[in-house]
Each structure stands twice: as C-alpha cells, then as structure tokens.
C-alpha cells in the first residue's frame, strides 16, 4: 500500500506521456523508481530478511492492526512531552490535534537543514509522508497526521551550508560561510549569517515566477536572529504547514528529554548494542551487501551534547549514563529511528534509500534493547525537468536518463555527428 499509494495519489502525476508541445514552457514531474544502493534496493522490493525490516502491511486490516498495536504501546502523554518542540500552523495543528483526541498515530518522514529548504527530495518526503497518512487514515479510519522530524540537532554545516540554482542555463551553487568557531556545533545553534545577497541570487534564478510566496517566505525564514537550524524549521513550517503538515523541531531539549530513557538505556547497555550491531553488519555482508552505515568501533550511540557534541566513548558510557540529566544526550543515526519509535505513535517512517539501507541496522539496535523496531516505508521518488532542459531532449533527440550520467549525452551527440566511414575507420583501428 504504501509505495503504491504515495505514487497513485500524489498531487503532481508523471506526464511523460503527455504532449510534448504542452510541456515545453512548464516543469514536467516525472516519477521513478527510487534507486539507491543494493541493500536500498532490496529493502524497497521487500526481499530482505524478516529480521532486518518488519514486514510492511499490505491491507487496510493490516495497517488498522499495526496501528491499533502502535497506540498500545506508546505513553499518552506523548504529544504532551513534546509540545515545545512542534512547531505548526492552524492546519497542521487542527489535524494533530484529531490525531491526540482520538487516539491516533503519525507517520513521520525527515530531513537534517539544507540551505532555503535543501534538496527537493525534502518537499518529496513530506509530501509522501502527508499522503500515506492520508491513505491510512481513510482506509482505517483512524485518526493520522503527517510529522517531518526537522533533524536540526544535526551538526553536518558542510552539508546545511550549501544549495545549487540555475541561473542563465548554468548550475550555480549557493553557500553560506563557515565559521570555524561553530566547528561541531549541532545546527540549531549556529548563527545564521546574513544571506540577502544570496536570496536575491535565488529570486534571479527562480525568473519571472507568477507565484511571489516562496521567495517571501525565504526572506521572512532566513533572517537575522535565527540559527541555520531554526531557519529551516521556520521556511518548512510556512511551507508544509498550510498542508496539515507539523514540524519537529529536533534540536529542542523537549525531544531530548523525552528520549532520555531510551538514550540512557542504549548507554547503560552500549557494548552489547556494538555486538549486536557488528553480528548484524557480517549477515549483511555475508548476504553480498555492504552496511549502510560504518561503525565506529569503541564508541557508543549516543551523543553527550552537554559541552559539545561528542560521541560517549564505550569505557565511559556507564558513568555518562549515571549522571547525565535529562537533555544531556542525543541519538545518532541508528538510534535516532528507535528513539523517534518510542516518543511518537509513528507507524510508519518515510526513508529515502540510504534510510532505507542503515534501517537494517536500526532494527539490530532495537532488538539489542528490546525497543520496538521502526517501520520504514519508501518515499516517493521524482524528478523535475525545467522547461528549457525539456526543450534540448526534445530538440537532440534524447532521454531524461541520458543526462543521469557525466558526459554521457557529450558523447551521443558526438557519435550522432561522426560521418559513419570515420566511425567504421575508428572501430577498425580499435
């Protein structure tokens, strides 16, 4: 249900079968399959072992009794513990409020910042995310709210700092300074720098849009006072949240503190986690695949964000365990899907490939602490073609895929034009 239902209900169809003087001077939405390493791929088919992924429901009953199952088993007061930490608009908050009345659940999707809202996969995410919920909920009846964890505890500033704009025809790659004082610093705590001239680089390159929203909502987002985290958290927000989308803002303590027992609890038990985990990496590998995520022998899951952000050692996981206060710690990657399992109703989480991948290890975390396994889902997969690299397909002769590949459309063009005796010449001398 859910693959299928995202790509059946998703607001913009595929029109590559539509006319192609239609779609010259307008963005064609193209889906496709979502790709990603061989595990991903693997994880996305449903082929892999039972326990490396929970097996995904494939019926309105079978959704109505993992939801029924998730209700169970997560606290009450949920949203309670958390409520700092949502931020909503009048949509999202009168949905998620239906989903606390009546005892529902969540599907969760998320992203760490990107500049102006990162990659177009974000939007892709929450869209997917809004739509199983919306599926769930109509096939169950069951109350269900779409919620985009906003990964902002995230401390990658090279990967947050930087997006790419077309500008003329040409990519053009707009970034933010680095401060080395910020060095390792969890996003929502980094100051934002002032961007005016690169917003205005994103307004030439958006042309002559008959729609001014989206540059304003950047302007009111990416401005002084705010983190690069909390920039990002306002702009999605505005965004998603007319959608009945809410936001997660990660990186405020309200999360950490909720999560605190599991992350306590992955602490006090942090050399059996790293067995169970390097037990799980050699059957991924014994099986012809590579984990997603490499492990960092000697060190636990759990981050000590007191100071600064700093793995926790395995010698010093029991004593961190015993005087960190709640809000001290964080998750990483893989413990980060279990954690968000615990503190939300989430039934299923919405995972791009790589997600999908390093899931395969979550699950052997959750098993080693005895949490519940998350459930993940692929999202939807698209891609955006431009009006004017529309036009040069059509005008060369080409495929959407052709342009996948560096130089690879530089060379059929090239072997379009060599005279064919040149071309019976070359293949001889070869």
Not at 165 to 173: I, K, M, S
């Amino acid at each position: 249900m859910a693959a299928g239902e995202i790509t059946r209900r998703a607001e913009h169809r595929d029109r590559a079968d539509a006319p192609v003087e239609r779609l010259l001077d307008e963005p064609r939405v193209v889906t496709e399959s979502l790709g990603g390493s061989p595990l991903a791929r693997l994880a996305v088919q449903a082929r892999a072992p039972d326990d490396w992924y929970p097996r995904r429901p494939h019926s309105p009953n079978e959704w109505r009794e993992r939801a029924q199952r998730v209700r169970a088993e997560t606290d009450a007061r949920w949203a309670e513990r958390i409520a700092p930490a949502l931020v909503q608009r009048a949509e999202s908050q009168q949905r998620l409020a239906r989903v606390i009345a009546g005892q529902g659940i969540v599907v969760t999707t998320g992203q760490q910042p990107g500049l102006f809202g990162g990659p177009i996969y974000t939007q892709a995410k929450a869209l997917s995310a809004l739509t199983l919920a919306d599926a769930i909920q109509d096939a169950t009846g069951i109350p269900t709210a779409p919620v985009f964890w906003a990964a902002t505890d995230d401390a990658d500033f090279a990967e947050a700092a930087s997006t790419v704009v077309v500008v003329d025809g040409t990519a053009q790659e707009l970034r933010i300074p680095r401060d080395p004082g910020t060095d390792g610093a969890p996003l929502y705590a980094v100051p934002l720098p002032r961007v005016a001239a690169l917003i205005a680089r994103l307004e030439e390159a958006s042309g002559s849009s008959p729609d001014p929203r989206p540059i304003s909502l950047v302007r009111q987002s990416y401005s002084d006072g705010h983190t690069v985290g909390s920039a990002y958290v306002e702009l999605l927000a505005e965004m998603l949240g007319p959608l009945g989308i809410t936001i997660l803002d990660a990186g405020h303590s309200a999360v950490r503190i909720a999560g605190h027992g599991v992350l306590r609890k992955a602490l006090e038990n942090a050399a059996l986690v790293e067995r169970t985990i390097a037990g799980r990496e050699g059957a991924i590998r014994g099986a012809g695949f590579e984990p997603q995520v490499e492990s960092l022998m000697g060190r636990s899951l759990v981050f000590d964000v007191r100071d600064s952000k700093e793995r926790v050692p395995l010698d010093k996981a029991a004593d961190v365990a015993r005087h960190a206060e709640p809000g001290d710690l964080s998750p990483n990657v893989l413990l980060r899907p279990v954690v968000e399992r615990t503190i939300l109703p989430t039934v299923a989480y919405v995972a791009g490939p790589g997600e999908l991948a390093y899931f395969a290890q979550t699950s052997a975390v959750a098993d080693a602490l005895r949490l519940h396994v998350p459930l993940g889902v692929p999202r939807w997969s698209v891609t955006i073609v431009e009006p004017h690299v529309d036009r040069m397909v059509v005008e060369f002769g080409l495929k959407i895929g052709d342009l996948a590949a560096l130089h690879n459309v530089e060379a059929q063009l090239a072997r379009q034009i060599v005279p064919k005796a040149v071309a019976e010449e070359l293949r001889a001398l070869r």
